[in-house]
């Protein structure tokens, strides 16, 4: 599974749309804690979680005890997030932003 933190849905489809344009088809392994973290069809949060958060929550709980089922064995998690600056924000400038990207893998324990 590839996993980023908070793309939320727009996010996400701008990344599979993306990659896509690269030839390569994210959609059966891949998804974001932001649309992970709500019933978005349930709930009205629009496009779904950003922030620090969802990766937090949604790796932590979900995606760790599913690893620990067994349902996962290989996860990349790329961490995302803006190096935002209200300086930088003031002055119109373009925001930087990173990714960390985290791989875990399940030896048969957790």
Not at 69 to 91: D, E, K, Y
């Amino acid at each position: 599974m590839i996993l980023t933190g908070d793309l939320a849905t727009v996010g996400k489809n701008i990344l599979i749309d993306a990659f896509r344009d690269d030839g390569i088809d994210l959609t059966s392994a891949y998804d974001d804690c932001g649309t992970m973290i709500y019933d978005v069809k349930k709930q009205d949060v629009h496009s779904g979680g950003s922030g620090c958060g969802c990766g937090a929550s949604v790796l932590c709980g979900h995606i760790l005890n599913g690893m620990r089922m067994g349902r996962w064995n290989h996860i990349l998690f790329c961490a995302t997030g803006a190096l935002m600056s209200p300086v930088a924000l003031q002055q119109g400038e373009s925001i930087p932003a990173i990714c960390h990207l985290i791989e875990i893998e399940n030896g048969g324990q957790i």
